[in-house]
Structure formats: C-alpha cells, structure tokens
C-alpha cells in the first residue's frame, strides 16, 4: 500500500482537484493511504474550504489575502491553520512532505516550485512555467537536495514512463504529439475571429481556459517541447511534434535502432497524476480502458506552421536559450488572458509573443542572476510590461 504525505499547491484547480480525487479513491479501495500536509487555492473559498474539512491538512492558504478572513470563517473550529498570500503559498511548499503537487497555473507558480524543489521530497511538477523558466536550475535543485521531479503533463508523463534515464544515448529523438485543439481545420480567416469561449472547447481535454487557449494556439505545444528539452536533455532538433486528433497516444521516444515506444491510453488527466502519485508503484483506480476495435483507427499529420506559428516560436526560443524561454512564456500568457478578456484577437497571440521576444532580444534581456528563480522573475516582469504594451497598440489597431 502507497503511504504518502502530500501538499497540493493549486488543490482547487483541475489537477489539484483530480489529485484529491485520486487520493480519494485510493483510500477506499486500500491501494493508497494519504495523508494531506498543506492545501492552497486560489479564490475558490467554497472549494478550498470544502477540501480542507475533507483533508484536516495542517495549513490551507489562499492566494488573495483580502479573502483570509472567509477562509477562516470557513474553517473555524477544524483546528485547520489558515493563511493567505504568496508567502504564506511558499511557506506551505516548504513543510516537510513525501510529495509535493505543483499545480499553481502560470508563472505564479513558480516561486512555490522552486522552494518545493529544494525540500528532499518528489516534486510532481504539473506547473509549465517552473520548467520554462528556471530549465535546467530547477532540475538540478531537485537533485541536489535528494528530491526527485516526476512530470504530470500527459505528454511529459507518457516519455518519462519509457524513457531509459540510465542510458539517454539510446534515444534517437522524442516525439510530441498534441491534438490540434477545436482549430485544428479552421481557416485563417475563421480563426482570426474565434471567440473564447470556441477556444476553450476542447475537442478531448478538459482543463482551465488559459490551459485550452495554448492547446488552440498550440503554444502548450512549444512550452513542453521546452519543458522536454530541459527534463530529458534533449536538443530542439531532435524534439518533433505530430498532431494526433484522438489524443490516445500521448508521447513517443524514438531510439535509435529504429524502434518506438508509445504510452497510450484515454485522454484523462488522472492517468498521469496517478502516475507521479504512486511512482515507482501503480494505483489503481477506476480508469477508462482503452478499447482500440472500438477506436478503429489512429490518425497523425504534421502541424501547419502558418496557421499555428506559436510552436516556431517556441522552438526558436529554446534554440536561443538565455531568457527567451521566460520571454515566450510571459508574453504567451499576456496575451491569452487578453483574448480571453476579449481586447485581443485570437491571431494576435502568437503576434504579442513574437513582438515581444523581437523587442527583448534587441533590448539584451536575459534572466542572468545568482538567483536563477529570482532572475527568471525578474525578466518575466519586464517581459510582461512590454507585452502589455504591445497588447494595448493591437487592440488599438484592431
């Protein structure tokens, strides 16, 4: 049986939830016994707090502090610790567990990640932008103080579940494979008028709005090619990506006497969460099986580059290393949130990233710092203003 103390930085969000759930199940069917050490949400009060009297962690913390006084209310008389802000979130990510969940979205996830990283325990690390902005320092802050980081992306779980870490030279390349989003055959025309709520209607995944902008922009694509680069040691030549519409093969490593191995299995974000909760072990659960007759057939073609030119972008930002990883991603999110509030168009996105990495290079930017967290977040500040602005003369324009 699976004995685990667990934190769930983002408890309230789509992962956190689904790894609650899980712990959930694992408890009553007697696979696993968990033990919550720290929960922390966002501005989901209800949710947090419903979490919390499940759970009885010894802290649960939210984001906004102007909501600490709800999330007492809340919980008075649980003998549950409350908190608030981005102190109280890093100081929960330190307290001593066997495996902390970092599911915070966006680079506010990043500081609680990082001092995650330097606690002993495994890091489940389902935050992009820790790995796209701190690279290689994150991975190496893992090791160095005995921890182990576990990828919960589908696509990062699938090539960590086969890849031989022992022998890296066996690998020829990592393949990527992504769905195409609900865009995948819209023209350039339809798509330029795309409304956000066509763009987070997923085809296959459900997941948070920002999460679905990326998968239709595909610049979720880019960040985990990134992301791939940084855990494997890969090179952005030898990382491809190939659209997949049903999503049942969820990556692929190459090696290099020609053979291919595939992780597979139904588009559930559970099955790589499950993954990094009992790993090296297997939890059981109820999980959707896999019916090939019933699929008939799996389908693969190449990404179109001009109609999704986020995942170029992508990899001519891994290419050139220093900060344009952090500058791609900071602009990259700028500019979803924009669609999303409606003051710029959905082909715009990629324009925002690419004026800002075009902008930033000529300006010398980088993320050099002792610090590499507080580097990273320093050049993802000054990325974020000149995104803004250039934000602001699109919607003008527009």
């Given at each position: 049986?699976?004995?685990?103390?667990?934190?769930?930085?983002?408890?309230?969000?789509?992962v956190?939830?689904?790894?609650?759930?899980?712990?959930?199940?694992?408890?009553?069917?007697?696979?696993?016994?968990?033990?919550?050490?720290?929960?922390?949400?966002?501005?989901?009060?209800a949710?947090?707090?419903?979490?919390?009297?499940?759970?009885?962690?010894?802290?649960?913390?939210?984001?906004?502090?102007?909501?600490?006084?709800?999330?007492?209310?809340?919980?008075?008389?649980?003998?549950?610790?409350?908190?608030?802000?981005?102190?109280?979130?890093?100081?929960?990510?330190?307290?001593?567990a066997?495996?902390?969940?970092?599911?915070?979205?966006?680079?506010?996830?990043?500081?609680?990640?990082?001092?995650?990283?330097?606690?002993?325990?495994?890091?489940?690390?389902?935050?992009?932008?820790s790995?796209v902005?701190?690279?290689?320092?994150?991975?190496?802050?893992?090791?160095?103080?005995?921890g182990?980081?576990?990828?919960?992306?589908?696509e990062?779980?699938?090539?960590?579940?086969?890849?031989?870490?022992?022998?890296?030279?066996?690998?020829?390349?990592?393949?990527?494979?992504?769905?195409?989003?609900?865009?995948?055959?819209?023209?350039?025309?339809?798509?330029?008028?795309?409304?956000?709520?066509?763009?987070?209607?997923?085809?296959?995944?459900?997941?948070?709005a920002?999460?679905?902008?990326?998968?239709a922009?595909?610049?979720?694509?880019?960040?985990?090619?990134?992301?791939?680069?940084y855990?494997?040691?890969?090179?952005?030549?030898?990382?491809?990506?190939?659209?997949?519409?049903e999503?049942?093969?969820?990556?692929?490593?190459?090696?290099?006497?020609?053979?291919?191995?595939?992780?597979m299995?139904?588009?559930?974000?559970?099955?790589?969460?499950?993954?990094?909760?009992?790993?090296?072990?297997?939890?059981?659960?109820?999980?959707?099986?896999?019916?090939?007759?019933?699929?008939?057939?799996?389908?693969?073609?190449?990404?179109?580059?001009?109609?999704?030119?986020?995942?170029?972008?992508?990899?001519?930002a891994?290419?050139?290393?220093?900060?344009?990883?952090?500058?791609?991603?900071?602009?990259?999110?700028?500019?979803?949130?924009?669609?999303?509030?409606?003051?710029?168009?959905?082909?715009?996105?990629?324009?925002?990233?690419?004026?800002?990495?075009?902008?930033?290079?000529?300006?010398?930017?980088?993320?050099?710092?002792?610090?590499?967290?507080?580097?990273?977040?320093?050049?993802?500040a000054?990325?974020?203003?000149?995104?803004?602005?250039?934000?602001?003369?699109?919607?003008?324009?527009?």
């Amino acid at each position: 049986m699976i004995r685990r103390r667990v934190t769930v930085l983002g408890s309230t969000g789509s992962v956190g939830a689904s790894t609650l759930d899980l712990m959930d199940q694992a408890q009553d069917t007697g696979t696993g016994a968990f033990e919550v050490v720290a929960l922390t949400g966002g501005a989901n009060i209800a949710r947090l707090a419903e979490q919390a009297r499940r759970w009885r962690p010894a802290v649960a913390v939210t984001a906004d502090p102007a909501r600490l006084n709800d999330l007492r209310d809340a919980l008075a008389g649980t003998g549950v610790e409350v908190a608030a802000g981005e102190a109280a979130i890093v100081e929960a990510a330190t307290r001593p567990a066997d495996l902390v969940m970092a599911a915070i979205v966006g680079a506010a996830g990043l500081k609680s990640a990082w001092a995650a990283a330097a606690t002993g325990a495994t890091l489940a690390l389902a935050n992009k932008e820790s790995l796209v902005c701190c690279g290689a320092a994150l991975i190496e802050r893992v090791a160095a103080h005995g921890g182990r980081l576990i990828p919960v992306d589908s696509e990062h779980s699938a090539i960590f579940q086969v890849f031989p870490a022992e022998a890296p030279a066996r690998v020829a390349r990592l393949i990527l494979t992504a769905s195409g989003g609900p865009f995948r055959r819209a023209s350039l025309d339809e798509m330029a008028v795309m409304t956000p709520e066509q763009a987070v209607a997923h085809p296959n995944w459900s997941m948070g709005a920002k999460i679905s902008v990326d998968s239709a922009t595909m610049a979720n694509k880019g960040l985990e090619m990134i992301e791939a680069a940084y855990l494997f040691g890969m090179p952005a030549e030898r990382i491809d990506v190939v659209v997949h519409p049903e999503s049942i093969i969820h990556s692929m490593v190459e090696f290099v006497d020609g053979s291919t191995l595939a992780q597979m299995g139904p588009p559930d974000m559970k099955t790589p969460i499950a993954c990094a909760l009992a790993w090296p072990d297997r939890m059981a659960w109820p999980a959707p099986r896999l019916d090939l007759a019933a699929l008939g057939a799996l389908t693969f073609e190449a990404p179109d580059p001009v109609r999704f030119p986020s995942l170029r972008l992508a990899r001519e930002a891994l290419t050139a290393g220093q900060g344009a990883p952090t500058i791609f991603n900071a602009a990259n999110e700028v500019a979803a949130l924009a669609f999303l509030d409606r003051r710029l168009g959905f082909l715009n996105i990629a324009a925002v990233v690419a004026e800002t990495l075009e902008r930033m290079t000529k300006m010398g930017a980088s993320a050099d710092s002792p610090d590499a967290c507080a580097g990273a977040l320093a050049l993802d500040a000054r990325a974020r203003q000149v995104a803004l602005g250039i934000v602001e003369d699109l919607a003008l324009a527009a």
